[in-house]
T-cell receptor
Framework: GNSVTQMEGPVTLSEEAFLTINCTYT??????LFWYVQYPGEGLQLLLK?????DKGSNKGFEATYRKETTSFHLEKGSVQVSDSAVYFC????????????FGTGTRLQVTL | GAVVSQHPSRVICKSGTSVKIECRSL??????MFWYRQFPKQSLMLMAT?????????EQGVEKDKFLINHASLTLSTLTVTSAHPEDSSFYIC?????????????FGEGSWLTVV
């Protein structure tokens, strides 16, 4: 079956530090890959996505590249801000519509001044 | 943008009682909603797919008689945990599907923390 593995948190960084949250997946076929973010007290929001190999999703300074050879979709940001503090979820969908998602455990990011 | 609201955000109930969690799409109609559950340090796991006007489709290993899902209208799905026990304590989150010409977009609620004592 499908599965997503992401690094355990919490991750604590100083403002302007470089961020990497690792995500690897196991799936049959060619899934679509997603990063969701959950800010305190809010629902999960789609941060970025990639639907095929070598695609790069990007949004709000975050990037992730769909690497089929390493089955990875690592999230990166060059300079984090305090406002980026949240829980980040890596997910995949093999239905093509993102309706049924397989999630990772989530990684909590805490950015300090 | 589209908004999905869950209520309550936190609930504590006694063992053996039932508790209902609501999921509402506030500004769009959702023919399909999804319920997920997350135990500590584990992944969000899909429990069931809720279709308006029909029975929910449960994932393998989820007890449909324990987790009752009702999707009576295009803006409301409810999850009722019946005869709750401490092992049902978890984070429950719903999502709703909004279809458009570009495909389906999924919107999530804020989640509900259930503690059974």
């Amino acid at each position: 079956g499908n599965s997503v593995t992401q690094m355990e948190g919490p991750v604590t960084l100083s403002e302007e530090a470089f961020l990497t949250i690792n995500c690897t997946y196991t799936a049959t076929g060619y899934p679509s890959l997603f990063w969701y973010v959950q800010y305190p007290g809010e629902g999960l929001q789609l941060l970025l996505k990639a639907t095929k190999a070598d695609d790069k999703g990007s949004n709000k300074g975050f990037e992730a590249t769909y690497r089929k050879e390493t089955t990875s979709f690592h999230l990166e940001k060059g300079s984090v801000q305090v406002s980026d503090s949240a829980v980040y979820f890596c997910a995949l969908s093999d239905t093509g519509t993102a309706s049924k998602l397989t999630f990772g455990t989530g990684t909590r990011l805490q950015v300090t001044l | 943008g589209a908004v999905v609201s869950q209520h309550p955000s936190r609930v504590i109930c006694k063992s053996g009682t039932s508790v209902k969690i609501e999921c509402r799409s506030l500004d769009f109609q959702a023919t399909t909603m999804f319920w997920y559950r997350q135990f500590p340090k584990q992944s969000l796991m899909l429990m069931a797919t809720s279709n308006e006007g029909s029975k929910a489709t449960y994932e393998q290993g989820v007890e449909k008689d324990k987790f009752l899902i009702n999707h009576a209208s295009l803006t409301l799905s409810t999850l009722t945990v019946t005869s709750a026990h401490p092992e049902d304590s978890s984070f429950y989150i719903c999502s709703a599907s909004l279809g458009n010409s570009g495909g389906n977009t999924i919107y999530f609620g804020e989640g509900s923390w259930l503690t059974v004592v």
